[in-house]
Each structure stands twice: as C-alpha cells, then as structure tokens.
C-alpha cells in the first residue's frame, strides 16, 4: 500500500477523503466556518477550533452564542485549504453546545484553550460531529484571471 | 481623512467594515464558502467566486447545483483571509441562481471565467446579495497551541 496520499489531477480532478484523512486535515486547521440555520436561512461564523478526542472544541466571536442559542439542531463546521494545485475542504456536520458548565470550562483551562479572537464575551462551544466528509479538488493552472 | 485602513487590536478588537470595504476584501478573493439550508439544516460547499458589478458570479462543484435547487432562497457567500494578526470575515447574503440562459453563458464567456475547479459538471451561479457585511478581527499572539 502506498502512505502518500493520491492527489487529485485533472483526469480525476475529485477525491472522495476518508474519515481518517479529513480529521489529520482538520487538526491541521485553525480557522474554520460555522454554518447554523434559523428558520431555513443559513448564516456563517469564522471560528477558531481544535480537534478534542472525537469532538471538535469551537471558538468564535460573541454573536456566534446568541446564534447557536436560535439555530436548528444540526451545524455544519468547514475547514479548508490549498496545497499543491488542489483545494481541500472538509465539512463535520453534527450538534453543538455552549461549554458554560464548570466541568467543560475545566476542560477548556486543562487543554489550555487561549482565546484566539480577542474579543470579549466570546464563546467556546462543542461540536459532536454524526457525519464527517472531505474531498480534495484539482484547480486549474491559472490563478488569476 | 486617513486613506490607511484601521487595524483592530487587543483594545478594540473587532472591526466593523464598511461595504465598500467588504466588497474590495471579496474581490481580492479567490476561495469562498456557499452556505445553502434545506429543511433548516445547513451545508457548506467550497466555491470559487469573482464580483461581477453589484452581483458575485460562483462557480462551485456539482453537487452545489442540486444543492441550489432544493435550498431556500436566502443564501450566503463568504470570503475570509488573516493580515498582519487579524482575520477578516465577509458575508453576502442574497439569492443565487444557476447561470444557464444562452445569456448568461455568454456573460462567463466575455468576462473569460475559466472553470477553477478541473471537475467535470460544475455549475456557474449568480449570488444577487441583499445584504454585504463584514469585520476584521484581532487574533492572540500566539498562532499555535
């Protein structure tokens, strides 16, 4: 079996990722975008996340608590990136909660999360992702147009 | 007047932008994010986009054209990048249409939008936004954990 990954060319410009190779990029990542939905109208979020066993710990700007608090069940984390002529981009969609328990604020001083955005009243969350799928995607020679 | 754009810090950490300076941020742009709903649950798929007068033009992968047809109306576009220790974040929200009339073809063809992405069945689409907004955002010092 060959370890390096396949990347995607223009004869077969998508690759489906695996689980296991859309978490390696995803702990890779620090910045990433919350999707939520209020009354079948999407909204995105930047956010800052870490990998934390299974779950994905999520830190984003004040608004993002308030919009959690209205949204539907099911959130959508993205991240993405470029590298050597492919762009990839992985999505963990699942449930999320405010971490505002003391036990999950000892979970964030313990992983010595720092507040990445400077903004006060910001808010960690937790996002158990059911479902996590990535592709990598060929991009043409030209990046200007 | 200060022609130099203020850069948010540790004090004031969070900048609002003004639209003319949203739009400037997305044209400079390449990679964005499609946030589309269906039954209030929200997806993300990774687009390429250009401004395109008042409108953004999109070109994503070929699932987002079945997405788009079964989404609500209200869509967001985002575009983000870091800068000197902050991030930028911009949102368009609006409708989205696929651009298939003869006359919309030939609008990709005059502006020579070459498709980003090498898979085959992408869809070009035409993002009318309703609402532009956007910030800048001070991040820590610390780029690592």
Known sequence: MNDLPRLPDAEHPVQVLTEAECRELLAGAQLGRLALSHRNEPD???VNFWTHGDTFLVH?????????GRSSQHVVLEGDGREAGTVWSVMAKGTIRELDRPEDLETVRQRRLRAW???PDS???ELSPAKITGRRIA???????
Do not use: N, S, W
């Open 123 to 125: 808010a960690f969350l």
């Open 44 to 46: 995105i979020f930047p």
């Open 139 to 145: 991009v043409g020679p030209e990046e200007r147009y």
């Open 60 to 68: 984003g700007p004040q608004d993002v608590r308030a919009a959690v």
């Open 117 to 119: 955005i400077l903004a």
